[in-house]
C-alpha cells in the first residue's frame, strides 16, 4: 500500500526505488527481520543511506545532474522536457530531483510534477 505522504510522481518513484533497494541490498541478509520507518529516529541509519543511494542509482540521478547542470540558472519547461527526452524519464522526477539537490528552487517549475493518486486505484491508497 501507498500512504500517499505527498502525491507526487517523483516521491512515489523515490519511494519505491528506494523500496526495492532494501529488498535487493538487505532481506537477503536478514531474514527473520523487517524493515519499518521510523519517522521519529532524527539521524539516518547506514541501511537508509545505502537504500537511498541505490534509488539514486535506479532513478539515474546522476545523469539528470550532469544533463541539467550547464542550465541550472537558468532552467525552463522546455530544457526539462528536453532532458526528460533525453533519458526517457518523467519530467516529474527531473524536476524533483533537482529541486531536491539545489540545483532550482522548491517553488519553481512545480507544473512539470504531476500528481500521483490519479493513477492508483483508491483501494490501494491509505491515508
Given at each position: 500500500?501507498?500512504?500517499?505522504?505527498?502525491?507526487?510522481?517523483?516521491?512515489?518513484?523515490?519511494?519505491?526505488?528506494?523500496?526495492?533497494?532494501?529488498?535487493?541490498?538487505?532481506?537477503?541478509?536478514?531474514?527473520?527481520?523487517?524493515?519499518?520507518?521510523?519517522?521519529?529516529?532524527?539521524?539516518?541509519s547506514t541501511l537508509e543511506k545505502e537504500a537511498d543511494q541505490a534509488a539514486e542509482g535506479y532513478?539515474?540521478?546522476?545523469?539528470?545532474?550532469?544533463?541539467?547542470?550547464?542550465?541550472?540558472?537558468?532552467?525552463?519547461?522546455?530544457?526539462?522536457?528536453?532532458?526528460?527526452?533525453?533519458?526517457?524519464?518523467?519530467?516529474?522526477?527531473?524536476?524533483?530531483?533537482?529541486?531536491?539537490?539545489?540545483?532550482?528552487?522548491?517553488?519553481?517549475?512545480?507544473?512539470?510534477?504531476?500528481?500521483?493518486?490519479?493513477?492508483?486505484?483508491?483501494?490501494?491508497?491509505?491515508?
Amino acid at each position: 500500500m501507498y500512504t500517499a505522504w505527498y502525491d507526487r510522481v517523483d516521491n512515489f518513484w523515490f519511494t519505491l526505488a528506494h523500496e526495492i533497494a532494501h529488498v535487493l541490498l538487505h532481506l537477503p541478509k536478514m531474514k527473520d527481520q523487517s524493515f519499518l520507518d521510523d519517522l521519529s529516529v532524527k539521524e539516518t541509519s547506514t541501511l537508509e543511506k545505502e537504500a537511498d543511494q541505490a534509488a539514486e542509482g535506479y532513478l539515474r540521478v546522476q545523469d539528470i545532474i550532469r544533463l541539467a547542470t550547464p542550465f541550472a540558472h537558468y532552467l525552463s519547461e522546455s530544457r526539462i522536457d528536453l532532458v526528460s527526452r533525453q533519458l526517457e524519464i518523467d519530467p516529474s522526477i527531473i524536476v524533483g530531483v533537482l529541486q531536491y539537490h539545489g540545483l532550482t528552487d522548491y517553488r519553481k517549475l512545480n507544473s512539470c510534477k504531476r500528481k500521483v493518486l490519479v493513477e492508483i486505484p483508491g483501494e490501494y491508497v491509505v491515508g
